[in-house]
């Protein structure tokens, strides 16, 4: 057996030994013995911090989700929130995914049984609200129950610094330490509800804190007088919460800025953590829109929203040239986003100086054009939104930039400075804000995405992913990196390689990542980059042609030749 075979095996024969696991999970793991696959990806590893936080599937194991692991994460981040602050608070919200209020819950006793004030809502909210809410409470921390578009085997565990934003690796790397530190379950710290209540340590959130979210969101529409003037009523949505927390603030504020017309897809508007009518609750996924689009084709919509489980992501799909309808990637949707937003301040003149747009490494370089076309300035962080987040506190701090939009391509963004994190609420605002905007002078989103494809280039992008599970499959994603890292190609599809970006060791100011990033000669690009959330190693292409169908053609030859060598090792 290998060595982290028994390694794993002595962790399962331990959680088995402990008096601290209850007897359902000692009879949950029973039923696997002899089974050496299953115990070694169940306790292979632990759990640790990634672009997420904590995050795996559900199920007992040191290497799963479950009420232990939750609960020593959270007494780690109880110890450091203790030692940050005199007076500690921490604000808990949790998605739609099953026991996900469980493990709230779990985590706001933890937590108080340290003496750390939790503030925990009543039901499902969005993730961003959550990061609003640690900043407009003051509260030390926050944490989110979510596996955000994950299958529904997942769930997961984000944590929050002081301004909303999700920790940064130093950060993170104190609460793993605090973790780490923590050697039995029997440390975790816990009191009953009743007595954490009693002891005004658990306090509950609800109506008025959403009301104030609502307010704020709705406040960064830039044409709500335009709306209520009758452009609202006249564009058809469709929206489709898939199975999340996005139903009640999504439609509240489009209601709230004048966009009334709005159709909620039936099948997906209540809760159901299984997502019970697509195969991923995932908007960047045309499937996940299918009854979306069979309403959308009903009710003429001119505009398709979707938003995943925890409401920090959002799709949208427009009809083409031709009448169909095509769902936006994440590039095209934000790259809309930046013209609509940058452009109609511009207008008005009420465009800062020192405005800036900050993307992600592995965003298009459309977005970042049409900015800088703009006056505007262009940063761009390492993938995570955490470190867009970083970027805004900063700028709040020493007051050199004004945000004004954040997103990266993997359907997350935001406008307003109310949050520090992706904001599927705001998004869907926006986006239909725009396309209401564009069908006022008689153009479709997809009409504006040519007109800006034909000023700033025909950029396209596309993502393959390969999925490794288990210890196998972290072995197959670190020889893949290697590969790469270690024998750079000359040339790819017939492109010369002009340079290579290695961000492992830290490029650009930027903290160390694994990540590798490929410059062509003809200004073409494709990145390497392990998942920080799932078991995947994520392959990124973007090119610049000089016609649509030119750019399809390139990013297509590009793609096969880049993941015939990365299938090879896979």
Same mark, same amino acid.
């Given at each position: ?81 203790? !030692?940050? *602050? ?25 937590? =108080? ?27 030390? *921390? ?27 690796? !130093? ?47 709705? =406040? ?215 396309? !209401? ?55 790819? !599809? ?77």
């Amino acid at each position: 057996m290998l060595k982290m075979n028994q390694l794993a095996v002595e962790r399962y024969e331990a959680w088995l030994a402990d008096p601290s696991i209850d007897a359902a999970t000692k009879e949950e793991l029973a039923a696997i013995r002899g089974n050496d696959k299953e115990i070694e990806d169940r306790f292979y590893r632990e759990l640790e911090f990634g672009t997420g936080g904590l995050r795996g599937v559900m199920g007992a194991g040191t290497n799963r989700l479950n009420v232990y692991t939750v609960g020593k994460a959270t007494q780690g981040l109880a110890d450091w929130t203790v !030692a940050k *602050s005199s007076k500690p608070s921490v604000v808990i919200a949790h998605d739609s995914r099953n026991n996900s209020p469980e493990f709230a819950l779990e985590s706001a006793l933890v937590l =108080a049984a340290n003496g750390v004030t939790a503030y925990l809502f009543q039901s499902l909210r969005p993730t961003p609200q959550l990061s609003y809410a640690v900043r407009a409470l003051g509260a030390t *921390s926050g944490v989110v129950i979510t596996a955000s578009h994950n299958p529904p085997e997942y769930n997961g565990y984000k944590a929050y610094g002081s301004d909303g934003c999700q920790l940064v690796p !130093a950060d993170a790397a104190q609460v793993i330490g605090a973790i780490k530190a923590i050697t039995g379950f029997d440390q975790v710290k816990r009191i009953s509800r009743e007595e954490a209540e009693s002891k005004g340590l658990l306090r509950w959130l609800g109506d008025a804190e959403d009301r104030e979210y609502i307010r704020t969101v709705a =406040a960064q529409s830039l044409n709500s007088t335009l709306l209520k003037g009758g452009l609202g009523q006249d564009l058809s949505v469709v929206y489709t919460p898939l199975h999340g927390a996005g139903n009640m603030p999504v439609r509240e504020v489009l209601k709230e800025a004048g966009l009334t017309n709005v159709h909620i897809v039936p099948e997906q508007e209540q809760p159901d953590g299984y997502f019970s009518t697509v195969k991923s609750p995932n908007p960047e996924e045309r499937e996940a829109f299918t009854l979306a689009i069979k309403l959308g084709q009903e009710v003429n919509a001119d505009i398709i929203i979707g938003t995943d489980p925890d409401c920090d992501r959002m799709g949208a799909v427009v009809r083409n040239n031709e009448g169909e309808f095509v769902v936006l990637t994440g590039n095209q949707s934000g790259a809309i986003m930046v013209n609509y937003l940058l452009g109609t301040l511009k207008e008005r003149g009420q465009l800062p100086a020192n405005g800036v747009v900050v993307k992600t490494i592995v965003t298009s370089e459309m977005g970042g054009d049409i900015a800088s076309s703009y006056g505007a300035e262009v940063v761009n962080t390492l993938t995570g939104f955490k470190y867009i987040g970083e970027k805004m506190t900063q700028y709040e701090q020493t007051g050199d930039h004004t945000f004004l939009f954040g997103y990266e391509e993997s359907y997350g963004y935001l406008a307003g400075t109310y949050a520090r994190d992706k904001d599927a609420v705001v998004a869907s605002l926006l986006i239909c804000e725009a396309a !209401a905007y564009y069908k006022s002078q008689g153009k479709t989103l997809y009409d504006v995405l040519l007109e800006l494809y034909a000023q700033h280039g025909y950029y396209m992008e596309h993502l393959e992913s390969r999925t490794l599970k288990g210890v196998d499959g972290v072995q197959q994603i670190a020889a893949i990196m290697q590969d790469w890292r270690n024998n750079p190609p000359t040339e790819v !599809a017939g492109v010369r390689l002009q340079q290579v970006l290695d961000y492992l060791p830290g490029l650009d100011g930027l903290p160390s990542e694994n990540v590798l990033k490929y410059l062509l000669e003809d200004g073409s690009w494709f990145c390497l980059r392990p998942s920080g959330t799932e078991p995947k190693i994520k392959v990124y292409f973007a090119v610049r042609g000089q016609s649509l169908d030119g750019a399809k053609a390139a990013i297509q030859s590009l793609t096969e030749n880049v993941m015939k060598r990365v299938d090879s090792k896979a």
